[in-house]
């Protein structure tokens, strides 16, 4: 469960509901709901009108944050996250809400399969379920096992690990007793266990978070663990949430990638999903490089996980996986005009398949790209073709939801890129491009949480003497996702744009430039 230093993470859940929308106040704005903006029009929270994402996942009331590693099952992916049924009430604690896909696009609601509250350990934190193929645990071939962080006597510094069976698929969960398969060694961070099979050694290991130090353990049958060693790296604060995993990249090379949820900004880095290509021997890893690459770049990847790339017979895809996170930030977790509109909070990223590539220095990195999922669910394509741009050039298209991607060329620029959600002056907009020696998304000129400022604009290395890029974006009512030069790398932002901000605008400056094969799509899920 991912937390904020200096506040306590159990509170966060409480929330309230009102007053969320004055909260969102753009500089010098009396109020963030008014019956009309000041570019004219009826505003969307005093209308009414829905914030709720079009085909992004969002949980269907009151409160969710983290999501936990899908399993497979019955030729569905099961994916579950932390939901909380008591967040307007004011009341703490998440349990583990079920959905079920079978594309990773369109998701069906199964209720709560593991509950919070029904033994003394109290509420159910972040971990992760497997699939007992083996009957290892002892409750029968194909058992689900969810090892689970709680925090006996609900306090937040005596965190230890619990482990829960499904007999039905997963639908429901029975406890194993209210002892700790895995008690506290007297630390105030040990969560997030990730459990993986290890069949080269014929066993169970877990990395479990323990704040700079991932630790590693092993067990024959999930229900007692043995410690065998740590990787530690500060300066990105607290890890969370921890990954393990091995893919091969196209050139037949194998890597081991850990990685962990942390908070780089006190260091001008991402406050998302850090990770390290390297080698596991089985109770050790060993990194290719001190310091981390990050998954995503922009400011609201949180508590991501991937998981296995199955295809329709059900066999691992050893080249790919798949990645989901929390599109939010515990600086303003509670912030988001969707609790007063349509009466939740939470919403995830698009599934994304990640792969394995090498780059022109000889290291290897992980792109990303949209679940080709999306694919089948295009209710709309409007083809732009190539587009001319000196200054700005605003398109004959509304829009609040949908994709936009392009390949930018130019022989001399300074920086272009894509306005988003442009309201109907020009005044309001997100800002999607490059710029000198770097790729930006910025949100500043929109409604969004971040209150202080100071995480506005997001960037990632970019080299302008290529004469072009290639950018994917996805835009829906309350997020922003940007994928550069085909996933190398990719920003994520919350934004709370009025729903009247429908326009899109194309920009250069310093020069003109070619917007080639500009394609937008919309879904319908």
Partial sequence: MPGTPGISRRSLFAGSAAGTAAALLPAGTATAAPSATAEGGTDSVASGAS????????VPDQWKNDPQRPVWIDGEYRYY????ADYFTGAVGTAWRLATTKDLVSFTDRGVAVPKDTTVNGDLWSGSAVVDTGNTAGFGAGAVVVIVTMSPGGGTDHQEQFLYYSTDGGLTFTNYGTDPVLPNPGVADFRDPKVIRDEDRGRWVMALAENDKIGFYHSDDLKSWTYVGGFVHDGIGVLECPDLFRVTAGDGTVKWVLGASANGKGSGLPNTYAYWTGSFDGSAFTADA???????????????VTFEKRGASGAVDAAARYAIGWVNNWDYADTTPTIDCDGFNGTDSVVREITLKKASDGT??????????????VSRTVNLGDVTVDGTKVLDYTGISYEVTTEITWSQLTGAGLQLRRSPSGGRHIDAGIYADYAFLNRRNTVNADTSGKWQESHTPFDPSAGTVKLRILVDRTSVEMFVDDGRYVHTSQVFPYLLDTRLALFTIGGSAVFRDTVIREFSV
């Fill in 364 to 377: 290897y990195y992980l792109a990303s790209r949209p679940v080709a999922g999306l694919d089948s669910h």
């Fill in 51 to 58: 914030y709720r994402a079009a085909y992004h996942f969002t």
């Fill in 81 to 84: 996250y932390l939901y909380n």
């Fill in 290 to 304: 001190s310091e981390p690459q990050w998954l995503d770049h922009g400011w609201d990847w949180y508590g991501a």
